[in-house]
């Protein structure tokens, strides 16, 4: 009995990469040199170009000096070919999902080769709806759930679609003036739904929803992932656009609230406002890495561009601290400013918007001292950098301005006429065009931010309260 438990722990031991879904540094680099676009999934799932391939990890590696392929089938076969199974020499295996009488499973051998009769597919792998094992190779499942063909998954009709705030539609011309905007998705929440609805920009309602089991705090995107907490919810789920799936799932022990996504390092920062923390969780293998202990009830959470500083303001006291995070997490108090709406930094200067003050305070982070203070138009609750220029939005009137942060003096001053009680102002990533939405449904703006324009004011169905803006992403589960 003894021999049988150490043997167990053998096996589980050589398993444990199946379990985290970490794919061996040597087969990655395989991949990349022969496919550098390859998609590798946290979860292990691969896609090159339109094919995507299961990997399955072997009991045991076998020693390899350097990674080669050791059989194919078809026989002979290099990885350019995209081979139905891929046998490497330290024993990893790819399994191909090919479709048969319209549905998606693996090769079916007579005679299964050894390595892929003894491997184990990740546990914690999102696979695509109604994929078949053949029975010969079933061991390889473990204990992961495949989802059916007839499971609905996250996918729902709006409520909210038939809806009317508005009796204006969107002209079909939208995308050829605006190219910026060529293949994006609205993702949008509302005060009026729990679900999250998908948009697309030349119409006016939403096409589908993703049902969520409550209203979501907070939304940002990843990649191809949106990351959601939602009230009541002690958790942080993670949905793969591709599948239309909850991909991954984080328990906290409290409420978790403001998500602030680093893309440059592959971060994302979560605050839990009554335990006093900020989470941080590694994007690229969607680990938990630390938990950052601060001060306060945390919110407005802000990151600065360079991705070494966390800026929030404390719920209960309008405290305003800093996170150095380069500095092993040091915490500096900026000082105390009261309804802060939004915070920003550039040129070494804190700006913070004040709802009830109607103004924006200039702090430097130097010294401290506060070097200056702009005013702005009645009741600030936004605000957006993009280089010098610092975007402030104002609900009332729906106004907008622009401070140059050289010179802390306002540029231009935009009026939106949308009359929706403007609330939001998000950019499009790694384009000069950013959307402005509000509260109320009615209308929504698109900004050119190197012209400081409004280049289209469009109808829109619902009250928005999150916006992610991301381009179409193509779904596993529809061939």
């Not at 003894?118 to 390889?140: A, C, E, F, R």
């Not at 324009?453 to 992610?468: A, D, E, G």
């Amino acid at each position: 009995m003894r021999k049988f438990f150490i043997l167990l722990l053998i096996l589980f031991l050589n398993f444990s990469s199946a379990f985290a879904a970490t794919l061996p540094d040597s087969v990655v680099k395989y991949i990349k040199k022969e496919f550098p676009k390859a998609e590798i999934r946290f979860d292990g799932l691969i896609t090159i170009n339109n094919t995507m391939y299961l990997p399955l990890f072997p009991a045991k590696f076998k020693s390899a000096e350097n990674l080669a392929i050791q059989k194919t089938v078809p026989e002979n076969k290099s990885f350019k070919n995209l081979p139905d199974i891929v046998v490497f020499n330290n024993d990893f295996v790819l399994l191909k999902i090919i479709e048969k009488d319209n549905k998606r499973t693996v090769l079916y051998q007579e005679t299964p080769f050894i390595e892929v009769r003894t491997g184990l597919l990740p546990q914690d792998m999102l696979v695509p709806k109604g994929l078949i094992i053949p029975n010969n190779i079933k061991t390889i499942i473990g204990g992961l759930r495949i989802a059916t063909d007839k499971e609905k998954g996250l996918k729902v009709a709006s409520e909210l679609v038939n809806e009317k705030y508005t009796n204006t539609t969107v002209k079909s011309d939208l995308v050829a003036n605006v190219p910026q905007l060529k293949d994006k998705v609205f993702y949008l929440t509302s005060c009026k739904s729990k679900n999250i609805h998908v948009m697309d920009l030349n119409k006016s309602s939403p096409e589908y929803a993703l049902s969520m089991p409550s209203i979501p705090i907070d939304l940002k995107s990843y990649k191809n992932f949106l990351l959601i907490t939602a009230y009541d919810l002690y958790e942080l789920n993670v949905i793969s656009l591709a599948d239309e799936a909850v991909i991954k799932t984080f328990d906290f022990n409290a409420q978790p609230e403001e998500i602030i996504i680093d893309k440059i390092n592959q971060k994302a920062y979560v605050t839990v406002p009554s335990e006093s923390s900020i989470y941080l969780i590694d994007l690229q293998t969607m680990n938990l890495k630390q938990k950052i202990q601060v001060n306060g009830r945390c919110t407005k959470l802000y990151l600065t561009n360079d991705g070494s500083k966390l800026i929030y303001t404390d719920k209960n006291t309008d405290d305003v601290w800093a996170v150095e995070l380069n500095n092993d997490y040091t915490i500096k108090e900026i000082g105390i400013f009261p309804n802060i709406s939004a915070i920003a930094y550039s040129e070494n200067k804190i700006y913070l918007a004040s709802r009830t003050k109607n103004r924006v305070a200039i702090v430097d982070y130097a010294t401290l001292a506060e070097i200056g203070e702009i005013k702005v138009a009645e009741k600030p609750v936004d605000m957006l950098l993009y280089y010098a220029n610092l975007y402030v939005l104002s609900a009332n009137n729906s106004i907008l301005q622009v401070i140059n942060t050289q010179t802390d003096k306002i540029t231009s001053t935009i009026n939106l006429n949308t009359d929706v009680f403007t609330t939001k102002i998000t950019r499009i990533d790694n384009t000069n065009i950013a959307v402005i939405t509000g509260a109320r449904a009615g209308k929504y703006s698109v900004l050119n931010l190197d012209k400081k324009q409004i280049i289209k004011t469009l109808p829109v169905n619902i009250p928005i309260s999150q916006t992610v803006i991301m381009n179409k992403v193509k779904k596993i589960n529809k061939w």
